[in-house]
């Protein structure tokens, strides 16, 4: 069964805060993603990594980074948190195309 | 990237009928359709998937079909159930064979 966690369910951070967003898989799938899901928006790809230390760039990445040191473990970083950027975020691993979400992180910025 | 445009954004229907939802697509390099259930407070899970070497899928009381020239694919459950109501997203795979890119998402609403 594939596992992939979020490090925190919900989280409140002040607004100019870096924010570190952790996920973890246990699949030794190559391919992690960072989505972004908004009510009426659906789920809006921010960063992908196909390898350890490999990243690109999706259709949002404006005002994020990621980190992949490790290839179980995707980081997502907000540099400076903006009231725009609560929202739900989900990380999700990939094997064939299929892919599995992580239970998701609701971010509120202040 | 690939866009993914998904009707309708809701849909209300009783108990025992049939629900059909329909995305179309852009990316006519795209290969792999996936159909996701969001129960409310939950992950997305992947229902059924489809690749474009077929054109029909079944699994029960749910069903994909995909019409390639067209560039569109269907989610169809047929009996429909109280625990059916969700939020369905179709998906289709980026022509770097990486990402999904999502639909906006159907709530579907089964009343008994």
């Known amino acids: 069964d594939v596992k992939v966690t979020q490090s925190s369910r919900y989280l409140v951070k002040r607004t100019g805060e870096k924010v570190f967003l952790e996920c973890v898989q246990d699949?030794?799938?190559?391919?992690m993603f960072w989505y972004r899901q908004d009510p009426g928006l659906g789920l809006r790809l921010i960063y992908f990594?196909?390898?350890?230390?490999?990243?690109e760039k999706g259709d949002i990445p404006e005002g994020y980074s990621v980190s992949r040191e490790k290839k179980e473990r995707f980081s997502l970083i907000l540099e400076s948190a903006s009231t725009n950027q609560t929202s739900m975020y989900l990380c999700?691993?990939?094997?064939?195309?299929?892919?599995?979400f992580g239970q998701g992180t609701r971010l509120t910025v202040v | 990237g690939e866009n993914v445009e998904q009707h309708p954004s809701t849909l209300s229907v009783q108990e025992g009928d049939s629900a059909v939802i329909k995305c179309t697509y852009s990316d006519s390099a795209s290969n792999y359709f996936p159909w996701y259930k969001q129960e409310l407070g939950k992950r997305p899970q992947l229902i059924i998937d489809?690749?474009?070497?077929?054109g029909e899928k079944k699994d029960q009381r749910i069903a994909v079909t995909l019409n390639k020239t067209a560039k569109h694919f269907s989610l169809h459950i047929t009996e429909t159930q109280p625990e059916d109501s969700a939020v369905y997203f179709c998906?289709?795979?980026?022509?770097?064979?990486?990402?999904?890119?999502f639909g906006k998402g159907t709530s579907l609403l089964v009343t008994p």
């Open positions: 699949m030794d799938h190559e391919n």
């Open positions: 489809i690749r474009s070497n077929v």
């Open positions: 999700a691993s990939s094997f064939g195309g299929r892919a599995f």
């Open positions: 990594s196909y390898d350890v230390k490999m990243k």
């Open positions: 998906a289709a795979e980026e022509n770097s064979g990486y990402a999904l890119n």
